[in-house]
């Protein structure tokens, strides 16, 4: 008889059965990862919304210059509209109704004839990030209008046109990888799938042995003709499998994310997810052991804790352990510390590194075998000590 997948099979249904832990295994992953696409998607859509927004433009001489630069701007997506005077696009702006006023003032075709600078006056707030990025776009255009002028003049007097810009750079991509990612994605998703590994298992962590002392449950099960070392690998591998539940849900939302195709998540997944078959394969490879680690200590640390509260307080202290590196590994990006062979053998933020590494097409080989050999070594000895625990008659000690 199988006692471990006995006592696997009993803790996996409990942990079914309860509603909290079916929350956080189940419906947590799902909620904040719809919750987090849904709000960066309608962030960049509000930021392409801000470059496409309405510009009051000061009444004054419509010259043939100034009627060009509105028409750019219009085909550029902007509405403009006029607006009596510069005071009356300033006290628009207090209140709230003008986001960015142009001012043109005598027109501009008579001082790009001469030719001398024509400064235009831009009047906005500060503090108004729509605004800037309005500006932003007429500050484009105003370049683009200056290039052109400008090689208009050289024209004239005999000069090569591409002295306007006597040192240039041009880029010239080199493509690292099998992935075209984006930079969002790369950053957002391997903290979502090791968080999510951890905080699956972490609600029903509390409960699965110190809450069984409180009950005294324990007692039964360790008189039954159970093996002591099977009844603490049964609970271990619910752990993981919850762990393992949890971080797939998150994944699988993803996915489900990107194939609806909402509009406001366009930007959030223009290149893709730049998920290929073998980074789906180094990320399960990865994330297994890591789901092993998560649980072992989950398990260890309920066997050590003398009632719930006590394993709550545990918990949480080693809940920080794991949301820092997660944390940490969403800006690892810009640093030279990703390109280190250290950060594999760190845990936890070095799964969070081979996954960021995976959706960006790199599989460094001998990394991921540091980052799954650290893992097992950790699960090893956490099992062990529980293992240990269970074996002693202190396992029944409430206080």
């Not at 041009?170 to 903290?191: A, D, I, T």
């Not at 939302?253 to 195709?261: D, E, H, N, Q």
């Not at 250290?342 to 075998?369: C, E, F, Q, S, W």
């Amino acid at each position: 008889m199988n006692w471990t997948m006995i006592v696997f099979k009993k803790e996996w249904r409990e942990m079914l059965r309860d509603k909290r832990v079916k929350k956080a295994m189940l419906f947590g992953p799902i909620f904040s990862v719809v919750l987090m696409m849904m709000m960066f998607g309608v962030i960049f859509s509000s930021v392409e919304k801000a470059s496409k927004t309405t510009v009051y433009v000061v009444k004054g001489n419509r010259d043939k210059a100034v009627t060009g630069f509105i028409d750019m701007l219009d085909k550029g997506g902007m509405k403009v509209i006029d607006i009596d005077s510069v005071d009356a696009a300033k006290k628009g702006i207090t209140k709230g109704d003008v986001r960015l006023a142009l001012d043109f003032g005598k027109g501009m075709a008579a001082s790009l004839a001469k030719p001398e600078p024509f400064i235009l006056n831009a009047y906005y707030d500060p503090q108004e990030q729509k605004a800037q990025i309005a500006l932003s776009v007429v500050e484009k255009e105003s370049g683009m209008l200056s290039e052109g002028i400008l090689k208009s003049i050289l024209k004239e007097k005999g000069v090569d046109e591409t002295f306007i810009k006597p040192l240039s750079v041009k880029r010239n991509e080199v493509k690292v990888g099998e992935s075209s990612s984006s930079q969002f994605l790369v950053q957002l998703l391997p903290y979502f799938i090791v968080i999510w590994a951890f905080f699956g298992a972490l609600s029903s962590a509390s409960d699965l042995v110190s809450g069984e002392k409180e009950r005294q449950t324990l007692e039964t099960l360790l008189i039954s003709p159970a093996p002591r070392n099977q009844i603490a690998i049964g609970k271990l591998l619910a752990l993981i499998a919850a762990s393992l539940t949890a971080t797939s849900v998150s994944v699988l939302a993803i996915f489900v994310m990107y194939y609806l195709k909402l509009p406001f998540l366009q930007k959030v997944f223009e290149n893709g997810l730049g998920l290929t078959l073998s980074g789906l394969f180094v990320i399960i490879i990865t994330l297994v052991p890591t789901c092993a680690l998560f649980g072992s200590i989950l398990l260890a640390i309920s066997s050590y804790a003398k009632n719930t509260r006590e394993a709550q307080t545990y918990l949480s202290q080693a809940s920080m352990f794991v949301t820092m590196p997660a944390a940490f590994s969403q800006i690892i990006g810009f640093t030279d510390f990703a390109q280190s062979e250290v950060v594999y053998a760190i845990p936890i933020l070095n799964t969070a590194n081979v996954i960021r590494n995976a959706l960006m097409g790199r599989y460094d080989a001998l990394g991921i075998v540091i980052t799954i050999s650290t893992g097992v070594l950790i699960a090893t000895f956490a099992v062990w000590y529980s293992v240990k625990l269970f074996n002693k008659e202190t396992i029944l000690s409430r206080i």
